[in-house]
């Protein structure tokens, strides 16, 4: 093989790696360890634990998830959906740094949420943050362009691109996409 040929194939791997989507959120599966690293950008504090281990999610673990992913304006707590921790575990992963995940927004009250529908057309009324299944992110060391596509290439829900905000909606509902 020249040089040339060779310069060439790789290239083409190289451009075609790039694009190549990630695989699916079922793909999770297969690991034993899932490990989360956040940043509350409201109240700036970071958490960073192991809730799943050998097929279990550690309930304790996940306490601390749902009282981190707390209403920060009323300070309540809900039961998140541990799917969405995995969604989140997936897009840290593909992030390929152990940079944490900055959180907006995680559970949102029916209180808070119907106050920020009233400020903006942008906020639905039956928010999946309501239910618990929603987060608003972004990650620093990824532009917010590749990190939607990343979320809309896991196909584990919905994703919303909110470029103007500085934020990525991920939720647990239907695949689809705004």
């Not at 690991?31 to 940043?39: K, P, S």
């Not at 740094?97 to 209180?111: L, M, Q």
């Not at 992110?137 to 979320?151: C, G, K, V």
Request: charged share 20%; glycine share 6%.
């Amino acid at each position: 093989m020249q040089r040339r040929q060779f310069l060439r194939m790789s290239a083409g791997a190289v451009a075609a790696a790039a694009v190549a989507p990630i695989a699916p959120l079922s793909a999770l599966a297969a690991t034993n360890r899932r490990t989360l690293h956040l940043y509350d950008a409201h109240n700036l504090v970071e958490i960073k634990e192991e809730y799943f281990v050998d097929g279990w999610y550690n309930p304790d673990v996940l306490a601390k998830f749902n009282y981190f992913l707390r209403d920060w304006r009323s300070d309540e707590v809900r039961v998140m959906d541990p799917k969405l921790l995995d969604i989140l575990n997936a897009l840290q992963r593909r992030g390929g740094s152990d940079e944490p995940i900055h959180v907006v927004c995680g559970y949102r009250s029916r209180a808070t949420n119907a106050m920020l529908a009233r400020r903006s057309r942008g906020v639905a009324r039956n928010s999946l943050h309501i239910q618990g299944q929603a987060a608003d992110i972004f990650m620093p060391n990824m532009s917010l362009a590749s990190l939607r596509r990343n979320a809309v290439d896991l196909q584990a829900g919905g994703v919303g691109y909110y470029p103007r905000s500085n934020f990525v909606h991920v939720d647990t509902g239907d695949i689809r996409t705004w």
